[in-house]
């Protein structure tokens, strides 16, 4: 999807008519070696009043090296030499270096209102519109009845959330060989013993409510070493009952073979299960989920902010055949598609997704928010005259919104009968209507 950057998203804020403090040029000589000045001599031809900038913000976008490469800076401006087109800010801070024209210059931007505003207000009208107007487009996965902690192994920061080692193994995220739609997998590297992931699912339910009910456990695996990777479960840490093993077909084996059914015996002091690789041997784990019983309310993934589509995969063994949630089938894996708040970015690297038809709106209503931040640091006919700024860049993205003139995504519900969804506190939660 388009996206666009910090840089001329602010480019283009500074250019509404709103604001209209766009100013971007190129060093011609070098600055002041205490890196407290830039010259540019085509700033002459602006205005060679003294201090005619003074209290403005001067920004470097790559640094002060000539070069380039450096990241963005931004300084107050404390005096302007009219004469030769030297802008000075403050030596109490000054730039990180000495701007250097070297051979092609240095580029810089001026700006009447501050650029640290002027970002805070483009993420305030992101978040403002993120999740009805213009939207992150999100898609994530769950499992129906599942009680594993992070199954499909999606959430990663050092460990897999959820999981344990089981003696040593090397746990990585594996990016490139992975299932249709996911964003990883478990890659799980065992030397010197058997070895892999587990977890104690005992903590779903206490030991009286599930006892004599069945466990099941779904999973997929991949292994080019035949008879060496597996899924297990304890009840009480000696003995254990397995899936099958892959057969070693490099290639994605599924819920056919991965799978283990079994009943949950009364003296269980644990409910442990495992993804296991044998000793020298590398797996993949996409998926390794368990239920014992019927769950109707789950959790929405905090990415996604308004649900509007919800399928179901149609048959165990394939991920590329989904049809509209109708009847919830235990062990299935849902896709859910719905529409998440836009990046914001941090940097002027960073980028925003968001594209040519719907930037006028964002600017239009970070417009309003910018000159209604600016409108409190003045006083009697300023504040009057930005207070008027803002209100106007707010009509004008009202209108935007009313006569829906900009790129707005598609949004349409599945939902039917099936399934909805309802918010409780900061978090929303997905119902199955079974």
């Not at 002041?32 to 010259?39: E, K, M, R, S, Y």
């Not at 800076?73 to 109490?92: A, F, I, P």
């Not at 207000?121 to 996965?141: M, N, Q």
């Amino acid at each position: 999807m388009a996206t666009t950057t910090r840089l001329l998203l602010r480019q283009y804020l500074s250019q509404d008519r709103h604001v209209g403090d766009w100013l971007t040029e190129t060093t011609t000589s070098a600055g002041g070696a205490a890196g407290i000045t830039l010259v540019c001599s085509a700033l002459m031809g602006i205005s060679q009043d003294t201090d005619y900038f003074l209290d403005w913000y001067a920004v470097l976008p790559a640094g002060p090296a000539s070069a380039g490469g450096g990241t963005y800076e931004v300084r107050k401006v404390s005096g302007y030499t009219g004469s030769n087109g030297t802008v000075t800010v403050s030596g109490y801070r000054a730039f990180s270096a000495q701007v250097d024209a070297g051979a092609s210059g240095v580029a810089f931007e001026l700006h009447k209102y501050d650029p640290t505003k002027k970002h805070a207000a483009l993420h305030a009208a992101g978040r403002l519109l993120a999740g009805e107007d213009i939207y992150l487009p999100v898609t994530e996965f769950l499992i129906v009845d599942n009680i594993a902690t992070n199954p499909l192994f999606q959430t990663y920061s050092a460990a897999f959330t959820g999981w344990s080692d089981v003696s040593s193994p090397t746990i990585a995220e594996e990016t490139s060989r992975i299932l249709p739609g996911f964003s990883r997998s478990a890659s799980i590297a065992a030397s010197g013993a058997v070895e892999g992931l587990s977890q104690n699912l005992l903590t779903y339910a206490n030991q009286d409510s599930i006892a004599d009910k069945t466990l099941n456990v779904r999973g997929w695996l991949w292994c080019a070493t035949g008879d060496s990777a597996r899924l297990r479960v304890t009840f009480d840490g000696s003995t254990y009952y397995n899936s099958d093993y892959v057969s070693g077909s490099e290639e994605w084996e599924g819920p056919q073979a991965i799978r283990i059914q079994q009943a949950i015996p009364t003296t269980l002091s644990q409910m442990t299960l495992s993804v296991e690789l044998a000793s020298g041997v590398t797996g993949y784990c996409q998926m390794a989920a368990a239920w014992i019983a019927s769950i109707r309310r789950y959790a929405v993934p905090s990415s996604i902010r308004f649900l509007d589509h919800l399928y179901q995969q149609v048959y165990d063994d394939r991920l590329d055949v989904w049809a509209p949630l109708g009847s919830p089938v235990a062990g299935r894996i849902l896709k859910l598609e719905g529409r998440g708040v836009l990046t914001l970015p941090a940097s002027d690297t960073a980028t925003m997704e968001i594209g040519d038809w719907e930037i006028p709106l964002l600017v239009k209503l970070a417009a309003a928010e910018l000159m209604g931040a600016v409108a409190s640091e003045y006083t009697a006919g300023d504040k009057t005259e930005a207070l008027g700024r803002s209100q106007a860049a707010m009509s004008e993205a009202q209108m935007l919104l009313g006569k829906k003139r900009y790129g707005q995504h598609v949004v349409w519900s599945n939902r039917g009968g099936a399934w909805h969804t309802q918010p409780e506190g900061s978090s929303l939660y997905l119902y199955l209507d079974r």
